[in-house]
Every structure is written in C-alpha cells, then in structure tokens.
C-alpha cells in the first residue's frame, strides 16, 4: 500500500515538472527514474513584438527598417514616432540542443481603412545552439510605405517556427 | 468598471498596450518529446503544454519539410510533396489536431502508424507543427498621431514548434563522413562550420564534440544534427563567441556521435585543422 502512494507520488512528481516547466523536467537525458521517464523538451515564448511603431507618410514611396536589434531606420520623407523593437522570441531545451529557425520571408499588412503595405522579415539566426540557460532569436523587419499611404491602422500575422531536426 | 476600463483602454491603447506584454505571451508552448522514430505499428504520445499565461488554442498539423545542403529546413507545399512525403502524410495518424489548454495544462497527442502493405522499405518522414492559433493584435494607437494622418502597425506572430516523426520500414542502415572544418563569417557573426557526409538509405543523428588534443573540455558541443535522406551531403554552420572561434583554429578533434539515448556510439571521429 505504501509503495503504491509512493509510486504515485513520483508519477505526480513527473507530470508536475513537465506541467509546470520545472527545472527538473531541463535534465539534459531521458534516462529517468524507474517511475518516471523524464522526456526531451523545447519551449517557444514569444517576449516581444515587431513594432514600427507609428509611421506618417510622406509624397514619395519610402521604407521603414526595425533591425533584428530593434534599432530604426526611418527612410527620407516619412517621419517615425513611438518606440520600435524587433521581435523576440525565447527557446528553452536541452543544453547544446540545435534549434533551426524557421519563418515568412515577408508579410503583406491590410490597412483599416483600405490600401495595403508590404514588409520583409529578418530573422537574426538560422539557427540557434541553446546554452543551460536556452537561447533566442530576434525577427525585424522593412516596411515599405507607398507615397501617401492611405491612413489607419495596419495588421497582418506571419509564422514562425523553432524546428528540431 | 472592468468594461469602462476595457474600452478607456482601447482608447487610449497605445498606454496599455505597452504595459500589456507580459515575460510570456498568449500562445506559449512547451513540446516534449522533441523527435519521435516510430518502425513497426506501434504509436507513441507527445505532451503539448500550455505555458503562457493565459488560455490559448493550438492546432497540430503535419508538414513536409526538406533538408538543404546549408542544413536549414525548407517548407515545402502539401500539392508539391513526393511520393515518399505523401505515405509519410497518409501513414501517420495523430489525435487531437485542436485543443484549447488553460495555462498550465498539458495534453498529450497520441499518434499512431499504419503502414500501407507493400510498402517500399526506407525512411518516410513529415514534421509535427504545434502552434497557437492567435487572437489578432489591435494595431498600436499612438496617441502623439494627428487624426487622419499616419499608418499605425500591428504585426502578430503566429509560432509554433515543429518536431519530426519518422517512420521506418524495412532494415535499414546509414553511416556519415566528417569533412573539411573551418572557421568562417555570417551576417550574424563568427561560426564553425563543417562538411558532413551521409550514405545509406536513412537519416544519421546525432550530437556533435570538438575537442583539441589534451585538452579534456570540449571546445564547442551541439547536439541534434541530422542528416536526411533527401540530403547526402550538408554543411553544419554553429555560430559561436568570438573567442571560442579563435580558440578553435588550429588542430582539433571532431566527434559524431549516435544520441545518447541509444549508446551515444561513435559515428565517426577526424582529425581535422580548422582554418
């Protein structure tokens, strides 16, 4: 009877590490206890956006870069406000462990009030060796504004992915 | 009094927004185990878990992905697939494809194999996609804007982590050569690069070790380099420091070897000068 709590006392150990993350459930092998097989993970957290923050366009076509740094660079005839940052993403998992970075190489932003832009993607790795600690990666962007670009506010998605191999 | 807040803050968007992002976002995920071989009818389970701080739905999906000679992943289009990536498809079943988790939840994914008789022996192989499916992002109001002028931006990842699932049938066996070495320059900075060379009619895998003779610390490890079928020869880029890069020209010893999981025996061993 014993044995059985503490059988199931381990189990819930497991399936509580992996739940909630735990130090624990970072263990670099598979090899676990004989209750408890402690799998490989990988984990995604996105910490931040890509933000152009707010872009007045001017009577030529310009373009607006975030570099992967989350610096701006604000092309001649437009005028940039607000703080931008490049977006980031956080990977945890096994010490060592190659995760290759995947993602759109451009996205297409539909305007609230019609009209259309357009805007490269870079991605600050193609792959990322994780430390003890995990790693990260940083996607910015440039942003073409057309000539008086119809205002309103402007949203589109793009994928990512972090690939094990 | 919640909802009054709720639509001040919409209002003034630009104020709350920039408090809202927290260290983890909608949509966070954790993925366990992180490769799965499946030989035989057997199936297995993987464990998706919620690890944002709120509740998310994610969507599971099999892709077609191809190796490159660079080493990178490409995604190819379900319409475009080969033969041996549409069995890959249709042989391996999962359950479920939707599930919304509160933070915290895990769930597991079973997935199953049915391998179609007569079935030519070799690798077949898809990637697992687990991602959220997101809530769109109101574009960022900044309230310095003068109205009617300017465009405001709002751009929403939508990221996911993708895991092999490789299924083989028949005996099969593969073998890999380490090349050439050198140290070269990316866009990104200082990485150790190296020629890897596969034969046979599987994938390799395995964890990587430079180590300088008579030194016992290794210089740099890397672990989980592949080698596909769809690739018989790859150049496996690290990015590393900058000091690591220097310390490691000159004589080195470059080790492959098996996962640890099964033996972690050597695959192959050189020693090299890197440039």
Redesign the interface.
Known sequence: MRTIGMKRALIGAAIAALAMNAPAAHAATATGTAKAKILRQITLSNTSDLQFATVISGATASTVAVSTAGGVTCGTGLTCTGTTTAANFDITGTNGAVVVVGGDANVTLNGSLGGTMNSTLSYSATNVTLGATGGSFQVGGTLSVGANQTAGDYSGTFNVTANYQ | MFRFFRGFCLLAA?VCS?TA?S???A?????????VILDGSRGTEV?L?N??AEPATYRVSLEV?R?TA????D?IDEANANAAERAALDMIAFSPRRVTLPP???QVIRIGVRIPEGLAPGEYRA?M?F?AV?D???????P???K?????????????????IIVRVGDLAATAKIGEAWVGDTR?GPAFNFHLTRTGNRSV?G?IAVTRPGVAEPLL??????V?PEVGDRTV???VPAEVAAKLRGPVQIRYSED??VGGATIDQADRVVK
């Open positions: 630009a920039s992002p260290a983890h976002a949509g966070d995920l954790l993925v366990a185990p992180t490769r464990v878990n690890i944002g992905k190796m660079e080493g990178g992943l995604e915290n939840q895990p990637h996609l991602r997101p769109a992002a109101p574009a960022v109001v900044d310095a804007k003068p009617g002028e300017g465009v405001s931006i709002a751009l929403t990842p939508i990221y996911g982590i993708t895991i092999p990104d895998y964890d490890l890397a672990r989980g380099i592949a596909y880029s690290l990015r640890r999981e």
